[in-house]
């Protein structure tokens, strides 16, 4: 398969028609649980992007019967600036509450799993920043 990269945001539509938009962009990370403790992850996301939504995909619960598996996402490790801590150990996809306005001013979005109870818990989660690149 194929890629294609872009220096800048996408526009979409006829501009004689003033009916222009951009594109929604995806960046995703996957964070495994280790054991209880905190496991982390970040996302470069451009500066000045606004952050439409934030998920979680989890194919399978988290093994090992943690008491928590809470998600935080914000401007720097533990930190929950954007996603207030949401346990996030059951099976599914998740899109959460984003808390403050999402203007992105520094490239990195950090992702902690704070997991806490359980015998050796364990699996994968996968967090996906969806945004809307700002022009330059």
Known sequence: MSNTTFSG???????????IGTLIAAQYTTITVTDEGNDDASINIPIGSFITS??????????????SVNLTVGTSAGDDTYVEAVDVKAAGVTEHLIVVNTTVTA??????????????????????????????
Not at 11 to 16: I, P
Not at 110 to 132: K, Q
């Open 9 to 19: 945001p996408v526009r979409v539509g006829r501009e004689a028609d003033e009916n």
């Open 54 to 67: 934030i998920k979680t995909i989890r194919a399978a619960a988290i093994t090992g019967s943690p008491t």
């Open 107 to 136: 490239n990195a979005i950090y992702a902690r799993l704070a997991t806490t109870g359980g015998t050796t818990p364990g699996g994968p989660v996968i967090v996906v920043v969806e945004y809307i690149q700002a022009a330059i």
